[in-house]
């Protein structure tokens, strides 16, 4: 009969709490929340911790993209499937936000959150936009796309400039593919343990987690207060019913194009979901994602080039929360927009989404460009949303990330590079997810690790895994089907 008392229970609490992530990060969420309710001082004083976690994850992101797209484009063995998975997935990508733009436009005439706030736009602080946005503008289209370029291979990695390590990564893999494995023998090998050392950091950093989303959290609640919800409420409450409504569309998508179960994988990324939102930075948690959807059976090569694109070019959340705070603006401030001026929100927002990421105050650089291109609506009325911005920060977090991993999955079933008889034991439990860059449980001591089976090219050949390899390393998510070792 178990022990039921006190004592064992809390012994079984405190071993909870020590190996489960998900509970560390929860218990945090909480104690930021109660902390930054009580002491607004403290939960202020405390921002740095939540800050600092999320400037080391980024430190490791760029070097971790670099290496797992020149290892996908190596072990793809195709620069064409490579090319191919690229087009698919702007494809993908210019779909899922022109959609998420409609659906925002749709609910935003459905329900007016602005309607009836007769807000006279002389009395709003201009000025406060600027100081938000810190003087920067977003790029044009032409400048976005030059900016995409490296003018230099050392700036690329000191600016974590995610588009222009990508181009640096296709480069080096297509030169590795040209040169072949018998003429640089050793570069191939060398990224991989490379790669493994930056997993290997990451593991570390992922410890301190709970600590991010306590100070993170408790600055929110602290700094903000619950205030913006009497004022803003209807608005909070139209954009998160709406990311909701579309996220829900993503999985019908989603279920019926790979079979994947978007509820299994967010209980499969339960951890990594909340440490995003404790945060407010779908960033923080890339590394990991990266990882959760290779071992889920997305191959290397799809994993590390829709993933990173998706942080620029498919921003779900934020295209919701930009349609629907458009007509909030227009309605708060009485100007009734168009149908054909409402076609003009969605192809300018269409455009300047494309150059939010890594701007400061990019949502409302790019909702002032859309007042400007409309013409009817006081630039001064984009104050209206300082209040509430940073709430919004969960919605668009969320959403942003959830969308892009449902690209990485539909893109590699598209492109025959989803291995689904290992998605589905994943997302069931059947295979046990292992951190890269840690060691492997020992053996009878954990669950039993899946025979490694031959190595599939994007080409559709199979290559053997060199002998004693696995066994070195153990069953690495690198090693798993679709994703061999060597070239």
């Not at 006190?6 to 071993?15: C, E, G, V």
């Not at 080039?305 to 007509?327: C, E, Q, R």
């Not at 009817?376 to 300082?386: C, E, F, S, T």
């Not at 059947?430 to 899946?450: D, H, L, N, R, Y």
Request: charge should be neutral.
């Amino acid at each position: 009969m178990p022990d039921a008392s006190p004592s064992s229970l809390a012994r079984r609490t405190a071993r909870f709490l020590r190996s489960s992530l998900f509970a560390q990060v929860a218990v945090a969420l909480l104690l930021g929340a109660v902390v930054g309710r009580l002491w607004p001082e403290v939960g202020s004083a405390v921002q740095p911790l939540g800050d600092g976690f999320v400037r080391l994850i980024k430190a490791m992101i760029a070097p971790l993209v670099f290496c797992v797209v020149i290892a996908g484009i190596a072990k793809a063995g195709d620069l064409k499937a490579f090319g191919r998975i690229g087009i698919k997935a702007l494809i993908w990508f210019e779909v899922a936000t022109t959609l998420a733009l409609a659906v925002g436009l749709l609910a935003g005439n459905l329900f007016s959150p602005g309607s009836g706030m007769n807000v006279d736009p002389a009395s709003l602080d201009a000025s406060a936009v600027d100081e938000k946005t810190g003087g920067e503008s977003l790029p044009s289209t032409s400048e976005f796309l030059l900016h995409s370029l490296p003018d230099s291979a050392v700036g690329a990695f000191a600016e974590n400039s995610l588009l222009q390590v990508l181009v640096l990564a296709c480069l080096v893999g297509a030169a590795l593919l040209h040169l072949g494995q018998k003429r640089v023998p050793a570069i191939l090998p060398a990224i991989e343990q490379a790669q493994e050392v930056v997993f290997a950091v990451v593991g570390f950093i992922m410890k301190l987690a709970p600590v991010a989303v306590f100070g993170a959290t408790a600055h929110l609640i602290g700094e903000y207060g619950l205030g913006a919800l009497s004022t803003y409420g209807k608005l909070i409450g139209v954009c998160y019913a709406v990311a909701l409504v579309f996220l829900a569309l993503l999985g019908v998508a989603l279920k019926a194009f790979t079979g994947v179960s978007l509820w299994k994988f967010v209980r499969y990324t339960r951890e990594e979901m909340l440490l995003a939102l404790g945060t407010a930075s779908s960033e923080a948690v890339m590394p990991r994602m990266m990882q959760k959807l290779r071992q889920a059976g997305c191959r290397e090569d799809a994993v590390g080039l829709v993933l990173p694109t998706g942080y620029s070019f498919n921003l779900d959340g934020a295209s919701i929360y930009l349609s629907i705070g458009t007509l909030f603006i227009a309605q708060a401030v009485g100007v009734d927009l168009t149908p054909g001026q409402q076609i003009t929100v969605v192809v300018v927002l269409m455009l300047t989404s494309k150059g939010m990421a890594g701007v400061p105050g990019s949502a409302f650089l790019a909702l002032s460009a859309t007042a400007s291109a409309l013409g009817v609506i006081p630039a001064g009325a984009v104050a209206l949303l300082l209040g509430v911005d940073r709430i919004m920060d969960t919605m668009r977090v969320a959403t942003n990330l959830l969308g892009n991993c449902v690209a990485v999955f539909a893109v590699s079933k598209w492109e025959g590079a989803l291995d689904k008889d290992r998605m589905r034991k994943v997302l069931d439990g059947e295979i046990t997810f292992q951190p890269e860059g840690e060691p492997t449980a020992a053996a009878g001591t954990g669950p039993a690790a899946e025979p490694v089976p031959a190595a599939v090219t994007a080409s559709g050949t199979e290559t053997s895994i060199p002998d004693g390899e696995c066994g070195a390393r153990g069953d690495t998510p690198s090693s798993v089907a679709g994703q061999p070792r060597g070239l």
